[in-house]
């Protein structure tokens, strides 16, 4: 089935906790991303249950009249339950071993593989609001371009255009 899916990565926000809602500029931020996708054929909007993801979305969805579901698989990837101060280097290191697994955290398969099960299950039309390690394990697992270097360049927000047609599935960045 050919569907296209809009990847959105959420807006800039007071932290990392679940609850952490969007900074003043993220709330400008998640009006910029409702006028971007008033030019797109959005039909679905999907969002991770963190608080920063609804709020980058809520005003696109509100403008377009449609609803917004929550799939806990877009949920952040948690990369260890435990504070690692050397953070980055471990996760670039689980970019580069997909298997590789921190002390209560996710290894980057099986984060890739809930992520893929999420983007697989969306229909044509739809944006799906996610987190920037999730979101980089995912463009990765479609084009293995996408390394841990295009991770560090993400923005906050960022938007890519996936594109699925006979059976191939193609990735560009549309956020500028």
């Known amino acids: ?15 990392q906790a679940p609850e952490a809602e969007l900074t003043e500029v993220g709330k400008k931020q998640a009006k ?7 030019q797109r054929q959005v039909v679905h909007f999907v969002s991770s249950p963190f608080m920063r993801a609804i709020q980058s979305i809520e005003p696109a969805a509100k403008q377009l009249g449609l609803p ?15 504070d690692l101060p050397d953070w980055m280097k471990k996760l670039e290191a689980s970019f580069n071993d997909e298997e590789l697994k921190f002390s209560g955290g996710e290894s980057g398969k099986e984060a890739t593989t809930r992520a893929m099960a999420a983007l ?6 739809t944006a799906a609001v996610t987190h920037g390690n999730l979101l980089g394990l995912l463009l990765k697992s479609i084009d293995p371009r996408y390394d841990f270097s ?10 890519f255009k996936v594109e699925i047609s006979d059976g191939q599935t193609s990735v560009v960045r549309l956020w500028q």
């Open 68 to 82: 917004i579901v929550i799939d806990s698989r877009l949920a952040e990837r948690i990369l260890s339950s435990e």
């Open 1 to 15: 089935m050919d569907k296209t899916i809009y990847l959105i990565r959420h807006c800039q926000a007071t932290g």
């Open 150 to 159: 295009t991770w560090q360049k993400l923005t906050n927000p960022d938007v």
């Open 120 to 125: 697989s299950d969306m229909k044509h039309g």
């Open 32 to 38: 910029d991303l409702s006028e971007f996708f008033q």
